[in-house]
């Protein structure tokens, strides 16, 4: 971020609406009160732009290497990794429910 003029970095943050329906965020400094910019925001109800990680494949990655490691671990019992794997795959499946991801995917 580029100081203000009066050399604070400290911003004050107000939304705003233009003529034209466009919503966007006013950078005020906060120590003098100069006018710094103008920040685009998200419209309400516009897709936001997409993910930058695949997350099926994130999921697939951190479930697999997660259980090797488990599994791989000499410190925690056959019974102890079982049920760990047990909690691992329970909360990816929840994962997967609640953001909508498809499983399988490799
Ligand atoms: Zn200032």
Redesign the pocket.
Known sequence: MT??????L?RKVTPQTFANGTRHLRE???????F?RYAPQHKAGKPRPAPLVDGAKLLAEFEDSLLARIGGDPAITHDAAGALGDHLLAVADELRRRFGIAEGVA
């Open positions: 100081p203000c003029r009066c050399g604070s400290l005020e400094c906060s120590a003098c009160g100069a710094q």
